[in-house]
């Protein structure tokens, strides 16, 4: 018995477990691989280093020859955003956040002379790290969808998933 439920339980868990680990931290170092230098901008890189993730980024934001955003002008954006963003409110933190920096772009309306900044970080901020979201959409969606409700229709099916997921707005 300890035998069968080793092979047929604990082995394959570890192996998903395993499998799941690596694909999430291969996930994580591209992400900080093209974001990485725009989490603390009072920690930045070497300029050729700085011009060489700005490029990398334009080339990643690129879609059918369109680009979010020009590597080279966000690499001027990032050297002058100190004469922007208030350090004397964040002396007593060690690290520049994105969020505070964006915020204080926001603040002092320079929507003009940062737009490559501003993009970046909006894009930046928005990215899921984590799936956690998702697996949740499919538990509900496994309560939902039961062997009684099989046949119902897909909007319903749809209609039904967005109440359960969005209860508290739902409410």
Same mark, same amino acid.
């Given at each position: 018995m300890e035998e069968l439920f080793k092979r047929e339980i604990f082995l394959p868990l570890v192996d998903s477990v395993t499998t799941s680990l690596t694909e999430r931290t291969a996930?994580?170092?591209k992400h900080h691989s093209l974001w990485g230098f725009l989490y603390d901008l009072r920690k930045l890189p070497e300029k050729?280093?700085?011009m060489k993730n700005s490029l990398n980024l334009q080339e990643f934001l690129t879609f059918q020859n369109i680009n979010d955003i020009n590597?080279?002008?966000l690499y001027n954006e990032i050297i002058?955003?100190?004469?922007?963003?208030?350090?004397?409110?964040?002396?007593?933190? @060690? %690290? /520049?956040?994105?969020? @505070? %920096? /964006?915020?204080?772009l926001e603040s002092h309306d320079q929507k003009d002379l940062f737009t490559n900044l501003r993009i970046a970080l909006r894009i930046?901020?928005?990215i899921p790290?984590?799936?956690a979201s998702a697996e949740r959409s499919f538990s509900k969606l496994k309560l939902i969808k039961t062997y009684l409700r099989s046949t119902m229709s897909q909007e319903r099916l749809n209609a039904?998933?967005?109440i359960s997921i969005e209860n508290e707005d739902a409410k």
């Open positions: 996930q994580l170092n050729e280093e700085m590597g080279k002008d002058h955003v100190e004469s922007i963003v208030n350090y004397e409110e964040e002396k007593s933190s @060690k %690290v /520049l956040s994105t969020i @505070k %920096v /964006l915020k204080s930046m901020l928005t790290l984590i799936v039904l998933a967005i």
